[in-house]
Every structure is written in structure tokens, then in C-alpha cells.
């Protein structure tokens, strides 16, 4: 099984595509396996299960946890995969991760305001279908959308990121505790998109001790933001932790960068998919004629 995606957003966090849509995209890209990971949020999962069913996409359930880490108060992301929903101490978790965003949009746009582009919050806002998930990919799809930047890469490296006028920066949840919820609700952690991530070796190779210490058990391998250099180098990082090795594209919004949802690059022979010890929690609908 190589067309598996197991990183995706819709309109329940920072994706353009409803849950539905997101759906009919993999099943038109004939992907084996998905699972939705939205940012710190469950509500999407419901409508893409059922769609995912119908259309007979094999999904697993998913979420993506917004982490601030190390003395350099890092912004890392852990996924859960194959999680339950349902599940009290998770809910309860994203809910306190989800605290807070609209005043963090609030101070965003008077940043921008101080630079002269006006309206900023109603604007990120008409994109954002989920207003307590407001984050920094519906301003920068504002900024687009409004004439005020040709593109949404342009819009982070001018005016999203460290030391720029719209960045602010936020507490988002402790590493340990976003592996927590992930593993009390049944599901397998992952470090999301190792690559990006502003570290040295040094670095990384605490995040990953403390990550596997709290219960964390994969890494993201193959993925949009790896080219093949990072995609190899994780895949030793995972073999030499003992980690399994997750595929997914983060896909957010047709023609936005990035990889298409569905296939990455396969994972090298050395990996252990993290979707092998989760087949009992796939969801599967067989078609019969
Ligand atoms: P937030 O959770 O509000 O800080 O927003 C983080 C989101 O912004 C990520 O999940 C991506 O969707 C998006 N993002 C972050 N950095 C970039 C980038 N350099 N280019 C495009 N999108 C980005
Ligand atoms: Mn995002
Ligand atoms: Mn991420
Ligand atoms: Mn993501």
C-alpha cells in the first residue's frame, strides 16, 4: 500500500475543502488510506468518516496538536492517528489548545494595522469556517485574496513568521500533554513534519527523547515539506529511535504550494509504517458489486 495520505486539513481548521470535499478529493486521487488531522480540533471528523464511507476511501481518524517546545519556544506539531473522538481527555485537551485564538488573531491584525493594511481580522475571518480556529493561513489567504501579496508563501515570509508585523507569539500546549491526550484516546502520536522545524541535531534528538518518554511512538517520514534529503534522513532518525514512520501530505487548499493530497513519496524499505499497527482501527467500507 502505497497511496496513503495520512495528513490533511479542511475547513474544520485551516483547509480549504469541507470534510465532504476533502473526501471526494482522495477518492477521485484513488488514495488507499486517509486520515484527517485538522489543527487542534475533532469537529470535521464526523461528515469525512461519512463521506469517506460512502465513497469507500479507507479513513482513519485523525487530529493535529499545536505544541510549544524547548527553551526556544518552538512551535512543533504532533499528530494523532487512529484516535476516538469521543474521547473526554482529548476533547478537553484541544479545547484548551483552541483558547485564546481569536485574541491572538485580534493582536495579528492590529500588527498589520500598524503597517497600514486595514481590516485584517473581518477579513482572515470571511475565510475561516470554524471561528475559534482562526490561525495565520486565513490571514495570509485574506492577504492573497485581497490584492495585498501575490502569494501565500510571500505573505508568511513578509509578514507571518518571527519579527515580522502580523506574527504573535502564543503558548500552544506542553509536548507531554499533547501525547497524553493522543494515547488516553486510544491513538498513536507522530511528529508532524520533522523538517521544518528550526532545529539542530542536537535539537531534535531531545524533542524525539522526550516525545518517545511521554508515550510518543512515530515520525512523519514522507511528507509535503520533505524533499528527499529530509525524507531519508528521518527515516534513520526513526530507525535508530525505534520510531514507526508516518506518509502524509499536509494538503490545505487546491493550488495553495505544497504536495496534491494522496501519494508521497514511498517510504524507504528500512521504515515500519506507522498504518500497520492501526489496521484494526481503519475504517472500511467494501464494495460489493
Ligand atoms: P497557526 O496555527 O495559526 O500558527 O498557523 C499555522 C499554519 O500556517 C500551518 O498549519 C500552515 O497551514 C500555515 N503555515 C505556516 N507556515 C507556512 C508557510 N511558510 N507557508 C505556508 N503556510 C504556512
Ligand atoms: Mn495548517
Ligand atoms: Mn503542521
Ligand atoms: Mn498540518
Redesign the pocket.
Known amino acids: 500500500m502505497t497511496n496513503v495520505d495520512l495528513h490533511l486539513?479542511s475547513t474544520a481548521s485551516?483547509g480549504a475543502l469541507s470534510p465532504s470535499e476533502l473526501m471526494q478529493r482522495a477518492a477521485e486521487r484513488e488514495a488507499e488510506l486517509v486520515a484527517l488531522t485538522d489543527?487542534d480540533c475533532l469537529r470535521g471528523l464526523e461528515e469525512a468518516r461519512a463521506a469517506a464511507f460512502v465513497l469507500g476511501v479507507p479513513f482513519l481518524n485523525g487530529v493535529e496538536v499545536?505544541v510549544t517546545w524547548g527553551t526556544k519556544q518552538q512551535?512543533v506539531h504532533i499528530v494523532g492517528l487512529g484516535i476516538d473522538p469521543d474521547s473526554t481527555s482529548l476533547s478537553q485537551g484541544l479545547a484548551s489548545v483552541r483558547q485564546g485564538r481569536i485574541d491572538r488573531a485580534r493582536e495579528m491584525a492590529a500588527g498589520l494595522a500598524r503597517i497600514g493594511i486595514e481590516g485584517a481580522f473581518d477579513g482572515a475571518m470571511a475565510w475561516c469556517g470554524n471561528p475559534e480556529m482562526i490561525?495565520?493561513?486565513h490571514f495570509?489567504r485574506f492577504l492573497v485574496g485581497s490584492g495585498h501579496v501575490k502569494d501565500?508563501?510571500t505573505v508568511?515570509r513578509k509578514y507571518l513568521t518571527p519579527g515580522k508585523p502580523g506574527y504573535v507569539p502564543h503558548q500552544w500546549a506542553v509536548l507531554a500533554d499533547a501525547v497524553g491526550w493522543i494515547r488516553e484516546a486510544g491513538g498513536v502520536a507522530v511528529i508532524a513534519h520533522p523538517g521544518r522545524y528550526d532545529l539542530g541535531r542536537t535539537l531534535m534528538e531531545r524533542l524525539i527523547t522526550e516525545f518517545k518518554d511521554a508515550g510518543g511512538e512515530a515520525i512523519e517520514v514522507a511528507c509535503g515539506s520533505h524533499g528527499l534529503d529530509d525524507m531519508h534522513k528521518f527515516a534513520l532518525l526513526a530507525q535508530r529511535f525505534d520510531l514507526l514512520s508516518s506518509a502524509g501530505s499536509d494538503y490545505?487548499a487546491p493550488g495553495e504550494g505544497g504536495r496534491d493530497l494522496g501519494r508521497t513519496d514511498d517510504l524507504p524499505p528500512i521504515c515500519r509504517p506507522v498504518w500497520i499497527p492501526l489496521a484494526d482501527r481503519i475504517l472500511t467500507h467494501q464494495q460489493t458489486n
Open positions: 486539513h485551516d489543527h499545536s512551535s490561525g495565520r493561513a495570509a501565500v508563501r508568511f490545505h
